[in-house]
């Protein structure tokens, strides 16, 4: 009997597992039937988005928006009007002034000095008034003084005349007679001559005011010309603001008339320059109402108003304006500056430049579709734009 290898030996097989028995049928069910309700809701969203889209379209042109705007106030560029040097300086910078308080002042030693020339020349002239009087009275009693003569000699000219043609007088005597009339009738000329020239310069008037008469009158404006320089040594705020740029200033500085020396931002005047777009503006009038919010303050809304329009768009005032005469010219919107006035002075501090969003009721309506006004006047539903925008 022959034995086996190893590898000719096989392995049993192992035994095979239970087959599983089939799960029972689950019981059919029926398909449950949709209800109305769930198309309803269904159709509810695109209903809702078309009602949104026309109420937007009817409403939506009513408000004209923009976040082109800034507070704006006057800036008052503070220059002297006379020359010098600064002898103090009286304000610090970004401090609040009221109209009429000292700046800083020029030294004045130089406009003293003018002023007191000006007040001898206005004595001088008063003086020279009180002379010409006095002229005018010596030449009027010269005046009569030569008349009296003159009648004196018109009878000693008569008395030679009746002697002469009855021939008890000699020719010398007569001439004589005729000379001194002569010189007599030259003299009175001569006295009134110079009664016209001292009234003359009376001014024609020989009762005239001595503060009246054209000299004095030069004189006095001299004089206040120079007290008015005196007063321009210091320098005043002319308005009530805050000073700005006072760095630029100092002692010993000298400065040129009519040269800038400060700024004061003006708190009493501020409105709001808003940049529409040209888009903006067919429903836009002066007078409308606005409501303001400021990025500084975005919790708050200010009312204001329409004032004016600006003469023409921002481009136009540009230091150089764009020429679209080329043959590669894109189209821009443009817009145009609108002046918007608070209502009431507001507790917030504005400050110039302040960005602002501005909102103005135009008050207009876009009318419905016809077909749309025609279906709801039949359904009797139909209502006016304007009710529409009301509500």
């Not at 029926?30 to 309803?40: K, S």
């Not at 603001?241 to 005047?269: C, F, K």
């Amino acid at each position: 009997m022959t034995r086996m290898s190893d590898s000719q030996q096989t392995t049993p097989a192992p035994a095979s597992a239970p087959t599983p028995a089939p799960a029972p049928a689950a019981p059919s069910r029926r398909p449950r039937r949709r209800g109305p309700l769930r198309y309803l809701l269904m159709a509810a969203l695109p209903l809702a988005l078309v009602a949104a889209g026309g109420w937007y379209w009817v409403t939506g042109g009513r408000w004209a928006s923009t976040e082109n705007a800034y507070v704006q106030q006057n800036k008052v560029l503070v220059a002297p009007e006379v020359e010098g040097r600064i002898a103090e300086v009286r304000v610090g910078q970004n401090q609040t002034v009221k109209p009429g308080d000292v700046l800083f002042r020029i030294d004045d030693a130089v406009y003293r000095i003018a002023l007191e020339k000006a007040d001898g020349a206005v004595a001088l002239a008063r003086l020279q008034v009180e002379e010409l009087r006095t002229r005018l009275k010596d030449a009027e009693l010269k005046a009569d003084t030569a008349r009296n003569t003159l009648a004196f000699q018109e009878v000693q000219f008569g008395r030679q005349d009746k002697l002469r043609r009855t021939g008890n007088t000699t020719e010398a005597q007569y001439d004589s007679a005729r000379h001194d009339l002569d010189l007599a009738r030259q003299a009175v000329a001569e006295a009134e001559q110079g009664v016209a020239d001292a009234l003359v310069a009376l001014g024609g008037d020989a009762d005239i005011e001595t503060d009246k008469h054209p000299s004095v009158l030069g004189a006095l404006a001299a004089q206040n010309s120079a007290r008015l320089d005196l007063e321009r040594a210091v320098v005043r705020a002319p308005t009530t603001g805050t000073v700005s740029q006072v760095a630029n200033l100092q002692v010993g500085q000298y400065i040129g008339s009519g040269s800038p020396a400060m700024a004061i931002i003006d708190t009493t005047s501020t409105w709001v320059e808003a940049n529409f777009k040209e888009t903006d503006l067919g429903h836009m009038r002066a007078g409308q109402t606005a409501e303001l919010t400021l990025d500084a303050y975005p919790d708050v809304t200010i009312k204001g108003h329409v004032e004016s329009f600006g003469g023409g768009t921002g481009a136009i005032f540009s230091l150089l304006p764009a020429q679209n005469a080329t043959g590669n010219w894109v189209k821009v919107v443009q817009r145009v500056p609108v002046r918007i006035t608070l209502d009431e002075p507001t507790s917030l501090p504005l400050k110039a430049g302040l960005s602002v969003g501005v909102d103005v009721d135009t008050g207009f309506v876009r009318p419905l579709p016809a077909f749309l006004r025609t279906a709801l006047d039949t359904l009797g539903l139909g209502a006016s734009p304007e009710k529409l925008a009301a509500k």
